[in-house]
C-alpha cells in the first residue's frame, strides 16, 4: 500500500512534483531505485519477492506508480503481482492503453495505476474500469478510489498546497518532512475498510509506524518546465530511522 501526492501545474519552475511513501511488511525483501540491470531504461526500486516495482521512472522522464486498493473484496492469492504493471508501464503505452487495462484487470488483485501518457498523467482503478487524465491542480491517491477523502489524503494535499504556494524554489527535505508525519487521525475521521478499528488507526498517518509493517521508503520527484526530472528516495528502517539517501538527475 502506498499514498501519492501530485501537484500538477502549480509551482513556476516545477510543472509536475510527486511525493510518494511506500508501504509494506519490513521483512519483505526490497532494493532501493537503481536502473535496473535487466531493463535499464527502468529506474525504481524493486520488490526482490515479485521483481515488480512501486514507483519509477523511464528514460523519456515517464511516470508510474501504483496503489493497493484495500477492503475492496477478499483477495485471490492466485493473482499476478501487480508491481509488475509498473514495470510494464514503463516499458511500453501499450499496457496502459484502456483495452488493455480493462481485459486485464482481473488478473490482478485492485489496484490503482498512475501513468504518463503524451505527457500528461493518467489514472486507472481496477475496480470501475476508468481511466482519466488528472488534471491540473493537486491530487492524493491512496488505497481508495480517486474520490475517496480520507484524513491522511486531506492533510497531505493541504500541506503540499501550502509548502508550494510559499516555496520559490522548492525544497525536497521538505517534501520528505511532508511524508513523514506519523500522526494518526482520530477515530470519528477513520475510513470503514474492512480492516478493523486498531489497523485503521495505524494505517491513518501519511507516515506508517508498526513493528511488521509500515512506511519502507519516500520518493520525491520534481520535473522542471526544461523537462528535466530529480528523483531523490529514502529508506526507512523497522524504527522508522532514515537510510540509503539517493539522488539522480534525468536529462531531457
Not at 512534483?17 to 537503481?34: G, L, M
Not at 536502473?35 to 515517464?62: C, K, M, R, V
Request: net charge negative; with cysteine; proline share 4%.
Amino acid at each position: 500500500m502506498c499514498i501519492l501526492f501530485i501537484a500538477i501545474n502549480q509551482h513556476k519552475d516545477y510543472p509536475l512534483v510527486i511525493a510518494a511513501n511506500r508501504d509494506e511488511f519490513h521483512p519483505r525483501p526490497t532494493k532501493s531505485a537503481y536502473f535496473w540491470n535487466e531493463q535499464p531504461s527502468i529506474l525504481a526500486g524493486q520488490d526482490l519477492q515479485a521483481n515488480g516495482t512501486w514507483l519509477g521512472l523511464n528514460q523519456h522522464g515517464d511516470f508510474s506508480a501504483l496503489t493497493n486498493i484495500r477492503g475492496a473484496k477478499a483477495l485471490n492469492p492466485e493473482a499476478r503481482s501487480r508491481g509488475e504493471l509498473v514495470k510494464f508501464a514503463l516499458q511500453s503505452s501499450e499496457y496502459t492503453n484502456h483495452d488493455w487495462l480493462v481485459a486485464n484487470a482481473r488478473h490482478y488483485n485492485p489496484f490503482n495505476l498512475v501513468f504518463t501518457e503524451r505527457g500528461n498523467l493518467y489514472y486507472f482503478n481496477s475496480e470501475s474500469l476508468q481511466r482519466n487524465e488528472l488534471s491540473s491542480g493537486f491530487h492524493a491517491i491512496c488505497n481508495g478510489a480517486m474520490d475517496d477523502v480520507w484524513p491522511k489524503m486531506a492533510k497531505g494535499e493541504q500541506v503540499l498546497e501550502q509548502l508550494i504556494s510559499e516555496q520559490q524554489p522548492l525544497n525536497p527535505e521538505h517534501l520528505f518532512a511532508i511524508m513523514q508525519d506519523s500522526t494518526q487521525a482520530p477515530d470519528h475521521l477513520l475510513p470503514d475498510t474492512g480492516v478493523g478499528l486498531d489497523w485503521e488507526r495505524t494505517l491513518s498517518s501519511i507516515f506508517i509506524k508498526s513493528s511488521d509493517y509500515g512506511t519502507r521508503s519516500t520518493s520525491i520527484i520534481l520535473k522542471h518546465v526544461s523537462g528535466s526530472v530529480d528523483f531523490y528516495e529514502q529508506s526507512y528502517t523497522a524504527q522508522a530511522e532514515i537510510f540509503n539517501k539517493k539522488q539522480f538527475a534525468l536529462a531531457h
